[in-house]
C-alpha cells in the first residue's frame, strides 16, 4: 500500500511542482553550472542507487557525508536549498522509480561504515530508504550512527499509514532539519 502511495504523491507532486523544479534548476544553473547532483547511495538490501538532489555545494566538493563537508562548500543558493528542504525535491524522481519511499531511513553512502554496521544488525535495509523520517523529523542525523540506527529499526517496524501520513505532513511543515555540516 505504502508503494501505491509512493508512486501517486510523487507522480503529481512532479507534476504540479515542475514549473517550480524548472525555475530552482534554472537558478542552480547560474550558481554553480551543474544544478543537479547525483550520488551513488545504499538502497534496499544495500542494493545502490542513484539519489538526486539539487546541488548545494560547488561542484568539485569531496563526496563525503554532509556532517564531515565544511561550510565553505556550500554556496549562498545552496545555503537556501538546505534550509528550505528544497535541495531534496528531485528525490521524488527516486521515489517514483521505487528506489525511495517518502517516508524511510535517509540512504547513506557506501563509506559510511559504522552506520552500515548498525542498521544492517538492526534490518533497517530491508525496506527502501526515505527522503523522511522519525529521524528527520527529531534532528537526527548521520553523525551519530547508532542512535540514528536505533531511531530507523524502531520506525520501520512500527510505521503505519497514519505515521507515513504524519511524517510526510511535518515535514512539509518544516519540522526537522537535515544533516549538520561542519562550521
Sequence with gaps: MIRFFDFIFS???LLILSPFIVIL?????FDTGSPIFAQERVGKHKKAFKLYKFRSMHVNTKSVATHLANSSSV????AFLRKSKLD?????FNVLLGDMS???PRPNLFNQEELILERENRGVYNVAPGITGEAQINKIDMSTPKLLAETDAIMTKNLTF???I????VTVLGKGSGDRIKK
Excluded: A, R, S
Design 11 to 13: 507522480f503529481f507532486g
Design 25 to 29: 534548476w534554472g537558478i542552480g544553473f
Design 75 to 78: 554556496t549562498k543558493y545552496g
Design 88 to 92: 531534496e525535491l528531485p528525490q521524488l
Design 102 to 104: 517518502l517516508v524511510g
Design 162 to 164: 497514519q505515521k507515513y
Design 166 to 169: 504524519y511524517y510526510i505532513v
